[in-house]
């Protein structure tokens, strides 16, 4: 059973241990981020969508520049 644990795949190490932890937190970190991220971007799409006013209808509602072709002159 001693000789079981000795072959495990787990560093040995106190720095190299502390080097993997670092980096499951930071992957950890990211991944709360990106999910986030993620959601946040979502609620936003919905709250939008669903906060539509009649001018949203039209071809270029939302447009910055002016529109100048296509005005038949």
Known sequence: MASALNDLPFPEDEKESALIKTV????AGLGAVALGLFIG??????????????????????????IDFGLGV
Request: charged share 35%; no cysteine.
């Open 24 to 27: 499951g937190w930071i992957s």
């Open 41 to 66: 971007r979502e609620l936003r799409l919905r709250y939008k969508f669903n906060r539509r006013t009649p001018y949203d209808f039209y071809s270029h509602s939302g447009d910055e520049q002016d």
